[in-house]
């Protein structure tokens, strides 16, 4: 999604400054997932099919990301992880520096201004977190 993309992308430049290891984290579900696995219509795809294909995806997308940072050197770990989003980035976070999230924006008032996700992460995560929204 562009507010991911665009975290991601923060990320990226901030590991970059700060001289830090770069942990991206992408949770999904079995739901969610199988519309990237470039199977025939009507074929469910496996978990390790779907596992394979967001991690490719989520690859990709950091590739992108560092390559418009300018390239910089850094050390950087992917999670693909089958959970849900918000308790997949407060478990990170009780390791993390800071966490990042995209901005999605739906659901109670308290979550239409920042997003569940983001709202979850905000109330349980045990260090810093940057909420960003997509332009």
């Not at 519309?35 to 496996?46: D, H, I, Q, Y």
């Not at 967001?54 to 390239?71: F, K, N, P, S, V």
């Not at 976070?93 to 966490?99: D, F, G, L, P």
Request: proline share 4%; hydrophobic share 45%.
């Amino acid at each position: 999604s562009a507010p991911s993309d665009r975290a991601l992308r923060w990320g990226v430049r901030e590991a970059s400054v700060h001289k830090s290891v770069l942990h991206v984290v992408r949770a999904w579900s079995l739901t969610t997932s199988a519309r990237l696995v470039k199977a025939p219509f009507g074929v469910v795809p496996s978990f390790d099919e779907c596992a394979e294909a967001l991690r490719q995806d989520t690859a990709g997308a950091l590739e992108q990301a560092i390559t418009q940072a300018g390239g910089p050197q850094l050390e950087v770990h992917l999670h693909v992880v089958h959970a849900d989003p918000g308790d997949a980035l407060v478990a990170a976070s009780h390791t993390a520096e800071v966490v990042i999230v995209g901005h999605h924006g739906a659901g109670s008032r308290l979550e239409a201004a920042l997003g569940s996700v983001a709202e979850h992460v905000l109330r349980h995560a045990q260090s810093p977190v940057a909420v960003l929204r997509a332009r």
